[in-house]
């Protein structure tokens, strides 16, 4: 995993701007501890900062194709191909050599031999800009789900891009701006794809690919999901799909580095652990090493509220036990959660205030832990938008609500630790001005118009198709990019199993009902993996990700709230609500607030280190 950004320019000569290359491939150090490279043309400026895991000494970026004395392909490349072995020897079957042991240089050949087309033949998770030097071109290339991300920013004649928005902000002709739409798409959980919030700035869409050229910027899709019947029965699915995780494990535990699992306990993690131990054993790598998080006292003080109802601790020990993992947990106080250092980083790391509060320190702080033994991290994200595991699957006032089913169930607050809505604290005229449900009515109608249907979809079968897809195009992107920017902020890599195209697109394509056919969710994956997992760990109703409840993490917040109160020159304060933060500071205040104060604080951090402007 690396950090990649660049800038094309037909009207500069670019060679004379090494500074401004180098100011913003230095924003993505922490993707890329181990190296930096660039590489300079007349139009072309490529910078890139390198963690290394495939081929440690060969896969230097940026990386180039040269004949006699020429070069035809230059490449930055952030992620995994992990099929590349596979490709690579379809390339030397077909006359192609190779320098390096490396997937990137399998990139640059699979555009070399197969054209724009080789993007269909790619299994990974990846974002990349490849400048070719015959045409003049740039193609910037992100992978199906849009687990690594990649934006851009048109330029008079040219683009910038980079991995993240600081590397394009970085640029001295940028000024970091964001308007009423922008706002709007910060405060709602929508995610709308290709949508960055910052102004002028644009997101490479999942499976897209952008072209840029002298006549400006196209943009085209290679990958989508579509719709086509199922007609395998319920056997010959669940073994499919055990079949296509035996797989996809085995091809992402690839690395010339240390390699461990993220484990909750919950059903996803679990059941990647227990698989990864398999296959280790069977290559004579094991032990599986694995690591979860855990907070002071939570285990033996929990309470159950309505959204998780056990704590993490006693399942993801089990599981260890039962697979004999090298299992490690990393116990998180009140102290470290709201420690000004870490809050800072979490916000420095992710580009905008964070959107779940203490789940993002704590998370950060689980991959700073993790990253001291280990580089590459298993993760279960995904599997829950996969078989349809949150519980707004199956809450019909969730589904048939009309809008998206997690904003229906109000998550925004609830993940946070609260049950009041996150804009909470925020000027009622400036939410009237925005006019959040509006936004979120819109992206909904936009989300529902793209969903494809097979012949069959009728009745609750289609309306749980448009459900599964808006959680696969939208959700999910919320989830991903939280984690890859957790983690690539410590220079670990985390890769995504449940996120395989293959798997993907062969369970959205099986009927709702055999995916519920025990009455519960997930019920595919919980029958295609019970062999390697304990019963315990097996049965247990869905967790999300663990919140902290110790009553001291609200009064740091309350007392964090208070002290902005009393700053006239805070720049959050035009966006308040006087009398709601005067509320939300006094004595005995609810601890619903959370979410909101999360917010607000996370809003003023934001706007004082960043100097972004609202231009409302």
């Known amino acids: 995993m690396c950090g990649i950004t660049g800038w094309i320019s ?50 230097r970026q940026p990386m180039a194709v040269e004949e006699d004395g020429r070069t035809l392909l230059v490449t930055t490349y952030s992620g995994e191909v992990y099929n590349y072995l596979e490709l690579r020897a379809e390339l030397e079957a077909l006359g192609r050599t190779f320098r390096t042991h490396s997937d990137t240089e399998v990139v640059l050949h699979a555009y070399l031999q197969w054209g724009e087309a080789f993007t269909e033949r790619l299994n990974g998770m990846y974002a990349f800009a490849l400048w070719d030097p015959r045409k003049q071109e740039l193609l910037l290339v992100r992978d199906r789900m849009g687990i690594k991300p990649l934006y851009y920013h048109p330029t008079p004649d040219g683009v910038l891009f980079g991995s993240e928005p600081k590397a394009v902000l970085a640029h001295p002709s940028v000024r970091p701006a964001v308007d009423a739409e922008g706002l709007a798409e910060l405060l709602t959980f929508t995610k709308t794809p290709g949508h960055a919030v910052y102004r002028g700035l644009h997101e490479v869409r999942p499976g897209h690919v952008v072209r840029v050229g002298r006549g400006g910027v196209t943009v085209r899709r290679y990958w989508a999901l579509t719709a086509r019947e199922h007609t395998d029965d319920l056997a010959t699915t669940i073994a499919h799909i055990r079949a296509l995780l035996d797989d996809i494990v085995t091809r992402q535990l690839i690395a010339d580095v240390p390699l461990c699992t993220l484990l909750s306990g919950g059903l996803d993690s679990s059941a990647l652990t227990a698989l990864a131990a398999r296959a280790l054993a069977a290559q004579g790598r094991g032990p599986v090493r694995s690591f979860a998080v855990d907070f002071t006292g939570h285990t033996e003080n929990f309470t159950p509220d309505d959204l998780r109802g056990t704590p993490d601790g006693p399942y993801a020990h089990a599981l260890a036990e039962h697979v004999r993992s090298d299992h490690h947990d990393i116990v998180l106080d009140t102290a470290a959660l709201m420690d000004p250092g870490h809050r800072a980083a979490v916000l420095a790391a992710r580009d905008l205030p964070n959107g779940f509060g203490d789940g993002d320190t704590s998370l950060y702080l689980l991959f700073r832990a993790v990253r001291e033994q280990s580089t590459v991290a298993l993760s279960g994200e995904s599997a829950d938008e996969v078989f349809g595991g949150y519980r707004w699957f199956h809450d019909p006032e969730s589904v048939h609500a009309g809008t998206f089913p997690w904003i229906a169930a109000g998550l925004s607050g609830r993940f946070a630790g609260g049950n009041a809505t996150r804009e909470a604290l925020l000027d009622k005229g400036l939410l009237a001005k925005l006019d959040l449900p509006g936004y979120e009515a819109d992206r909904y109608r936009e989300a529902l118009a793209e969903v494809p249907y097979a012949d069959g979809d009728t009745g609750h079968q289609r309306r749980m198709r448009e459900i599964s897809y808006l959680h696969l195009t939208r959700f999910v992107q919320i989830l991903l990019d939280r984690k890859d920017r957790a983690s690539m ?24 009902a055999m995916k519920t056919f025990d009455g519960r969710e997930k019920s595919l994956l919980r029958a295609a993996t019970r062999d390697v997992l304990p019963d315990l760990v097996a049965d247990r109703v869905k967790s999300p990700y663990p919140s902290t409840q110790d009553p001291g993490y609200n009064e740091a917040l309350r007392a964090g709230l208070t002290a902005l109160a009393a700053d006239r020159d805070a720049p959050v304060r035009p966006l308040l609500d006087r009398t709601a933060l005067a509320a939300a500071t006094a004595d005995g205040a609810s601890r619903d607030i959370r979410p909101a104060a999360e917010l607000v604080l996370g809003m003023d951090a934001w706007l004082r280190t960043t100097g972004t402007s609202l231009d409302l």
């Open 10 to 59: 037909y009207d500069h000569d670019l060679t004379t701007r090494r500074a401004t290359l180098e100011a913003m491939t230095g924003t993505m150090a922490c993707r890329g501890p181990d190296a930096a490279g660039f590489w300079l043309d007349t139009h072309a400026a490529l910078g890139h900062r390198r963690l290394a895991v495939i081929d440690l000494d060969g896969g």
């Open 489 to 512: 902020a410590v220079g670990l890599e985390v890769r995504v199993p449940f996120c395989d195209h293959r798997l993907v697109d062969y369970v959205f394509n099986t009927p709702w």
